[in-house]
Nanobody
Framework: QVHLVESGGGSVQAGGSLRLSCASS????????VGWFRQAPGKEREGVAA????????YYTDSVKGRFTISVDMAKKNVYLQMNSLKPEDTAMYYC???????????????????WGQGTQVTVSS
């Protein structure tokens, strides 16, 4: 299975933007579903966005629609999460994960994913 490493986290003020990167190695991500999840202190891990790689098909949870964009750079084998109009409630550790195809109703449930990166911290101040 592919190895995943996240980067791009940091501290921003509300309304700001960050772009997270998920770098993959150890094989092609073509055909994979790559997801971004987040976990705030004391809360459950939740899915925020996912994309099928080639052909691209993105999915978003309602709380980030219109603010976050997930994309793929096949040449670099990276998956990005562009986060705009950030809110304090977006503060969390963000993880990327990869798996094969799954039905939409299970897509954002972390228990159905087993291949995770180490995470990158995003902090949004008001």
């Amino acid at each position: 299975q592919v190895h995943l490493v996240e980067s791009g986290g940091g501290s921003v003020q509300a309304g700001g933007s960050l772009r997270l990167s998920c770098a993959s190695s150890g094989g092609s991500i073509r055909g994979y579903l790559v997801g971004w999840f987040r976990q705030a202190p004391g809360k459950e891990r939740e899915g925020v966005a996912a994309i099928y790689v080639s052909p691209e098909s993105p999915y978003y949870t309602d709380s980030v629609k219109g603010r976050f964009t997930i994309s793929v750079d096949m040449a670099k084998k990276n998956v990005y999460l562009q986060m705009n109009s950030l809110k304090p409630e977006d503060t969390a550790m963000y993880y990327c994960a990869a798996r094969g195809a799954i039905t939409r109703d299970l897509m954002f449930l972390p228990e159905h994913w087993t291949n995770w990166g180490q995470g990158t911290q995003v902090t949004v101040s008001s």
